[in-house]
């Protein structure tokens, strides 16, 4: 069953975005039931959706889809694919409130278009290129608005989704019934509790400090110790609440205490809803080390809202976008677009909310493709190779996070192009970007051979050598490039120069 408040899960999204296909993939993994709204309309009427159309018009379709929706929602532990129009009644969006977990197969107008062409003429609404494509526009805002999680359905040729709940804002107190658990403990930022407050409903709250330094043995140790005392059991739930640092810290907690106990991201920051809170990697630090102690322990859910990002410091929402900008540069496509055309500034709720979908889907499609990190995943280090050493360099302290992604894209990006073919003014775009958004592209602080030491410290370092993700174009990463030793110290050079000249 799907835990908590929903009966099944409902697939909405365009024509020709894979709802049929997506439903069977995941009936069968579950082992529920399988529905689909038109073959239902088309059980009821006793033909099919074209002649509905001819013969009874688009009103009297729309009224037996409604009804359809109705039935097919109230049905527990199944997987129902919607028609492509069956959001635009408001009593079916209002139903899909009430119970469905509702996934979004989000598609261009393009790729939905080729796929559905060579049949449009079966399809009523798909008449020609131009209406579908002023069809795909109206819709949208409805798909989004009514959406629990996204996929990117133009990732599902390549790989299965893994589906994360991001739109629907929950209480703290309420986050246990997502996972049937009796008790909570809540693991939690410290400077996060002064802006939300302490619920009253969890057994027990762990103060964390703010940043890398809650990610030590010794914090980790208080925490194991406090959940102990006060009798926290396996059929509880850990909650961890904060940036990436914070959920890290609690996720390493939660997989460690009593060899594991199930918890929940509730992240707070952009750079913990894009990208630290998803894919199940949870971590501490040594000295001038990063994450070099952790485990593989996912969480239940992360449970994402945005609406927290209005009290996110200006730096702090610039570090999460330098994790957007690689995300963007992994993706390609409609992300990156995005991606270039944001303005300084946190945007607007919708658009907060569709970059954060965004970035998740991608993340969350790689993870699922390579949990364990073994391969594919490695793409996700794209910039943290030098970024981290800088970071180790200068003792976690005077550059954040974010700060030194964003310093080590540039590097990688030309690296890129020197190794892997990556068009050279990509690197000159990025750079760009962000200076845009008061973001680093150099840091001063260390010295080459620090970096030099902490980059061969690097966990993925193999007999000593870093392998490197690099880019051949937008949109297409390579991992486990050998680089040779000169690129890399002219690599590093650059990112500690600034220089944008090319060697």
Not at 122 to 142: H, K, M, N, T
């Amino acid at each position: 069953m799907i835990p908590g408040p929903y009966r099944n899960i409902a697939l909405i999204g365009f024509m020709g975005s894979g709802k049929s296909t997506l439903a069977g993939q995941l009936a069968e993994r579950l082992g529920w039931d399988v529905a689909d709204s038109d073959a239902e309309v088309e059980r009821e009427a006793g033909k099919p959706i074209p002649r509905i159309f001819l013969e009874d018009g688009e009103a009297a379709f729309r009224e037996l889809e409604e009804r359809a929706v109705a039935r097919l929602s109230e049905r527990m532990d199944a997987v129902i694919a919607l028609g492509g129009g069956a959001i635009t009644s408001p009593v079916t969006r209002e139903r899909l409130r009430d119970g469905s977990f509702t996934v979004l197969l989000d598609v261009s107008v393009q790729t939905a278009w080729r796929r559905i062409e060579a049949e449009a003429e079966d399809r009523p609404l798909a008449v020609e290129a131009r209406g579908f494509a002023d069809l795909y526009e109206q819709r949208r805002p409805l798909y989004h608005a009514a959406a629990d999680a996204l996929v990117d359905a133009e990732q599902l040729e390549g790989g299965e989704p893994l589906l994360v709940p991001l739109s629907r804002p929950a209480a703290l107190a309420e986050l246990p019934r997502l996972v049937g658990a009796r008790r909570t403990a809540l693991i939690a930022d410290r400077a996060v509790l002064r802006l939300v407050g302490a619920p009253v409903e969890p057994l027990v709250t762990v103060r964390l400090p703010v940043g890398e330094a809650a990610k030590t043995v010794a914090v980790a140790r208080q925490a194991w110790t406090r959940l102990a005392d006060l009798g926290l059991e396996r059929g509880d739930v850990v909650v961890g609440l904060g940036g990436g640092a914070a959920t890290d810290a609690a996720g390493f907690v939660a997989a460690t205490y009593q060899r594991g106990v199930p918890w929940i991201a509730a992240p707070t920051s952009l750079v913990g809803m894009v990208d630290a809170a998803i894919g199940g990697k949870t971590g501490i630090d040594l000295p001038g080390a990063k994450n070099y102690v952790g485990a593989f322990h996912p969480a239940e859910w992360v449970v994402a809202d945005p609406g927290l990002l209005e009290t996110l410091p200006v730096r702090e929402w610039a570090c999460g976008f330098a994790e957007v900008i690689k995300t963007g540069l992994l993706a390609g496509g409609r992300l990156w677009e995005m991606v270039r055309a944001w303005e300084p500034g946190r945007g607007s709720t919708e658009q907060r909310l569709e970059l954060i979908r965004r970035c998740a889907a991608y993340k969350a499609h790689v993870v699922a493709s390579d949990p364990r990190d073994q391969g594919m995943r490695a793409v996700l280090n794209l910039g943290h190779s030098i970024g981290h050493a800088i970071e180790a360099a200068a003792g976690f302290t005077g550059i954040a996070h974010g700060e030194a992604v964003a310093v080590g894209l540039l590097p990688a990006l030309w690296l890129s192009g020197k190794v892997a073919g990556l068009d050279p003014a990509v690197e000159g775009d990025v750079r760009a970007l962000l200076r845009m958004h008061e973001l680093p592209t150099a840091f001063t602080g260390v010295d080459a051979a620090a970096v030099r030491e902490a980059l061969r410290r690097d966990k993925k370092s193999v007999e000593g050598r870093v392998r490197f993700v690099l880019l051949e174009q937008v949109g297409k990463p390579v991992w486990g490039v050998d680089v040779d030793d000169e690129l890399i110290d002219l690599a590093i050079g650059r990112a500690l120069a600034g220089s944008a000249l090319d060697d």
